[in-house]
């Protein structure tokens, strides 16, 4: 499709509490653009990458909200210069499950200061468009428990509803465009969908 040619590519987020349906999201949006005709590019946060491997498997001793920022910091700066800004100066529209407000949101609720998370990543690129899908903490938990993807903890729960404050806050800061995660997932991904297609709109003209 030509309309796919005509500009520089775009870099869509998706943000959500573990148990959203982010994943779910993400591979329907690919999907839907692609039969559209448009070059679509899948990516996703924590990374493969070296640094991403060693965030999965940090020793506890490791572990604090201001290591882990820079370390989360530290790999989406090489997801973005490896990977996302050679698909979107190609013109593809990237979809990154997880980017900047994953840090802002998870290591914010940890303790680290927002401020100084935004600092650290204010050398990539902000997404140009950034989708949140909000579900109570209890619903995400009983999903993940159902899926046995995640053990669950009170600490767990606890966190995730810092978490989900911090998204809310953004959502109300205008940074992050809400979505009700309680929808029928195809409801949610019409939704992003027409959101995308009327950015895309928007920007040509
Ligand atoms: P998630 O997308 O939930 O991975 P999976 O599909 O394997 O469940 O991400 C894993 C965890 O990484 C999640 O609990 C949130 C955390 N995370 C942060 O704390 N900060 C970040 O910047 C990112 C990208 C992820």
């Known amino acids: ?20 349906g982010k994943t779910t999201l993400a591979k329907n949006l690919v999907n839907r653009l692609q039969d559209k005709g448009y070059k679509v590019h899948y990516t996703f946060e924590p990374t493969h990458s070296i640094i991403g491997k060693l965030l999965r498997e940090l020793p506890d001793n490791y572990r604090s909200p201001l290591i882990e920022t820079l370390l989360y910091a530290a790999d ?34 940890l303790g680290a200061p927002l401020q100084w998370i935004i600092e650290v990543n204010k050398h990539v690129p902000k997404p140009d468009l950034a989708f ?11 999903r993940l428990e159902a899926s046995r993807k995640k053990k669950t903890f009170y600490e767990k729960k606890e966190l995730l509803r810092k978490v989900r404050r911090i998204y809310l806050k ?26 995308i297609l009327s950015f895309l709109r928007s920007r040509a003209k």
Do not use: W
């Open 170 to 195: 953004l959502v109300d800061k205008g940074e992050l465009i809400l979505l009700n995660g309680l929808e029928k997932p195809e409801e949610i991904t019409r939704k992003a969908y027409d959101k």
């Open 76 to 109: 989406r700066v090489h997801h973005y210069l490896s990977e996302i800004k050679a698909k979107i100066d190609k013109g593809y529209i990237v979809i990154v499950d997880r980017y900047i407000h994953s840090s802002i949101a998870y290591q914010g609720a």
């Open 1 to 20: 499709m030509e309309e796919s040619n005509k500009f520089r590519g775009l870099l869509v987020a998706i943000e959500g509490i573990d148990g959203s």
């Open 132 to 142: 949140y899908i909000d579900v109570p903490v209890e619903v995400a938990i009983q």
